[in-house]
């Protein structure tokens, strides 16, 4: 190939690796210090680029030429720092002692409000920024043309990485972020003023991701889907880097960069795969990252259900609920028997996140991966071989357990935040081949036609198939989280040292966890593809695995029933609220912050509180 | 004190629950379903919007249609292919509508049609434009108003032959729309331009591309003639990097719906001169009819139209006109009352052909030019659709039905 073609691709990478240093490189620092991996991050490079979109035109016309241009950036940059600090009173800062799993959800939640607040106060459509003044013309480069602010931008990112190393190494709060990074109590412990060091370290951060997004307003027309775009590829750098590493970040946003540059030479479509490929590879090769070290992991982060004793009469309970659910189809109209469906599919779902999450302690944040793998599965054998619902539905069960085998694998090596990370990358690399290969899976269009077989068409019957198998295997679960396999996995979660010395091997033990509760949500996965006759990517995407993590809130983790009521109230919730109102992903945001601040046992868990409170 | 308030609302209550029935005295009105990715493709979807919601009021303030009111039931399609035939489902046994019309991505236009066919319910493709729909996943309960992929690219590739262009390269979105209207430009290419072949292509997924390595391997491959489908976000930071490395200096550009203001109007200043693009030149259309739109639309909304504005207020008067003949809404009547039938339009008489159910709307086919601050069209004519359908034997032997 032409050298100088290969020239001009390599310094495309490293612009692109340049812009994402510098969005990253906050992302780290934040987590170094709070211990909290901020979804939100991207939104704050959002609403970076908004700002500077709109912010940087005005100061144009005052027509003091570049000095206008770049005081605007930097002037965007900081009211995104000002926005960052108030995220950090408002929210973080409750929820510093919280389990990940909580501050995870606590930052989609900004993301959802800061997704609908961008477009109410900027407006749908995209903006264009305008051009660096004294960088419009292009600089040739081996005799090909080369947009010279491509060049400042691969400048910038070196200077970010100075400076920030500068502030870290000669600052009084440099020392104390680099101290809080090692060991955070022990900062506390020395007398530090913490709420000044966080709400200085979130500006910082937020300042960076702002400057980020700003910095790309001359090369990208600020739009509403910037921020989850970012912040996957933002994650991978971070994770890959080591979590709280500027200098590992740096490392892994060239290595990204290059990728991606030479990544679409060769896979032209399959430029989304390659970047979460390369963080599973780094993952399954170093649990840590490049620079990264291993997390103090204790018994102090383990949520999730607690041993009760058995309700008196709960297989009246059951009757009744049997009964509930066998005579609902007398009174329902066929749209209602619709919602019910869907309500079983998510029960199912939820609950087989339940056995990772509440018994084994093993915050996945993928679990899209397992559900969408069911669907897809059906789906393929509906499509590829024409098989009937009776054998799609098994197979897809099979893809979704067999995928579990996989991932739980690389996934049972690693703990605390990594581990979360891994089950993400996972579910985004087979949210990419689902995506991209679109030979076989149909790309963006998905598969349509996938309906249930003559017999379980039309609502009644359908609703009952799903009603039985959601039951059985409900209460499958259920027995294997009673029995002594649960109780091991709960020692594992409690404390991984004594389990380990009693005998028990805990690896085996999560594994074994991962495939049935991977199988779990494939049959709801491949449910969920015969009731709606077509599956998309967006099964797989990040969006249906907060959903289930959010359904898993909203009941309670402690509690066994929690998810199954999680999911009822909120599929209920969200087909009544919809319709209503645009802004339901700004009602969903709030919710999730409020449930995360407010009741963080969940309904189920907070009405049992109660009743032991009484008692 | 408490008692006496309660009365109040108690009486209030009555009053409003007494009240209500005189106001429904009158027929109640005839429910139609919409569904658009209003969130996601705002910036098409929000002008056809305002676009129905124009019609509707005028048809209404009218009297309606057989002496009921229209009543147009909107909702959010999520721009995702499940989520659209969700909401559609919930359109249809909730809400009880008589018909669907709407959404924009194509692969969810494939979906809707599917859908469509298993619920037996009429389905109006405004927007989506891949050939499928009407061709190989058409099925009779389907109709489609805008010209297709085949005919747009058509129109295009009659311009191209002057150039003399022979090596092509094609960049569209890599998801149904794009593909559809790259085979069609693949396809007509070869029958057309003898000696054609096509040197590079570059698929970047929807809203994700990298306009920087995308220019450079296009660039690469030397091509004298450009074949774009790109459009939204992924066509501004094309069209920008593609200006900066000069990529469209030495090559004739073909590109689909740039000359639509929604996708025109964000390139503002760098608007690619020259290039040959299906579009809407709104300000320069001189007939009364349309005329009369544009001044009633900027009017109601202080803002010029798009082509959505347009598409939205010539689909509810065309379902108005279906509603009116079949008489009824039902389905088959429905069908029977669009097959084969003329209707007059804002742009002019339309034809709804029966064998595959795709409407003989045009397009306007022009070059890019700078006018002032934004970008406009020039030498542009319209190109009544007719003429550049698929075949009848090209429709035979995909259509299923």
Redesign the interface.
Known sequence: M?PS?LA??AL??L??ASSLFITACGLTIVFGVTRIVNFAHGSLYMIGAYTAATLVPRLLEFSFGPTSFWAGILLSALIVGIIGVIIEVLLLRRIYGAPELFQLLATFGVVLVVQDLV?QIFG?????GP?APGL?A?VEILG????SY?LVLIAAGPVVLGLVWLLLRRTRFGVLVRAATQDRDMVASLGVNQAMLFTGTLFLGAFLAGLGGALQI????A???MDL?IIAEAFVVTVVGGMGSVPGAFLAALVIGQL??FG??IF??S??VVVFLLMAVVLAIRPYGFFGRAEIVGGTHAIGIASHKPLPGRTYILLVVIAALAAFPLVA???LL?VATEILIFALFAFSLQLLIGVGGLVSFGHAAFFGLGAYGAALAVKWYGASMETALPLGLALAALGAMLIGAFVVRLSGIYLAMMTLAAAQILYAVA??W?DVTG????I??V?PSQWASGPVPYYALTAALTLVTVLLLRRIIDAPFGYALRAARDSEARAEAIGLRIRRHRWLAFMISGAAAGLAGGLYAFS?????P??LGISTSVDALTMLLLGGIQTVTGPLIGAGVLHFLR?QI??LT?YWRLVLGLSIIAMVLLFPRGLVGTIRHWQEQRA | MATTSTIRWLALGVALALGSPAVQAQPAPIKIGELNS???Q??FT?PYRDGWQLALDEINAKGGVLGRKLEIIS??D?A????A??VA??LV??EGVSLLFGSF???VG??MA??AN?KKIVYIAAEPLTDAITMG?GNRYTFRIRPNNTMQVGMLVDQAKASGAKRWAIVAP???YG?SAAAAFKRLIQERIPGAEIVA????????I?????V??L??AKPDGIFNVLF??DL??FV??GN???LFEKATVLSLLTGEPEWL????D?VPEGWTVTGYPWDQITEPKHKAFVDAYRAKYNDTPRLGSLLGYMVVYMIRDTIERAGSTDTEALIKALEDAKFDTVVGPVTMRGIDNQSSMGAWVGKLALKGAAGGMTDWAYKDGTSFMPTEGEVKAVRKD
């Not at chain 1, 090909?144 to 947009?147: A, G, I, L």
């Not at chain 1, 001359?218 to 027309?221: A, G, Y």
């Not at chain 2, 995702?80 to 989520?83: C, E, R, V």
């Not at chain 2, 292509?201 to 994700?208: F, H, N, S, T």
């Open positions: 032409d073609f001009v691709q495309s990478g612009s692109s477009i749908p459509e995209d903006i264009l051009r419009r292009p090909r043309r080369f947009p491509e001359p090369r990208v027309s739009h509403a889907g775009s991606q540059a679409i030479l032209p479509k430029t989304l109209d066929a749209y619709k995506f991209q679109v790309g963006d269009n998905g349509v036609g309906w709606r006759g077509s599956v998309d967006s099964l087909d919809m319709p645009s | 209003y969130a996601r705002a910036a929000v909702r959010e999520g995702t292919t499940g989520d035939t969700r489902d919930e046994s909730r991505l194509s692969n494939v979906a599917d859908f298993q996943q890599n998801y149904e593909q292509e570059q698929y970047p997924a929807l809203g994700k990298e306009a920087g390595p995308t450079s391997a660039e690469q939204g976000p501004t930071q920008r990097e900066t490395r000069g109007l964000p390139l503002k760098e």
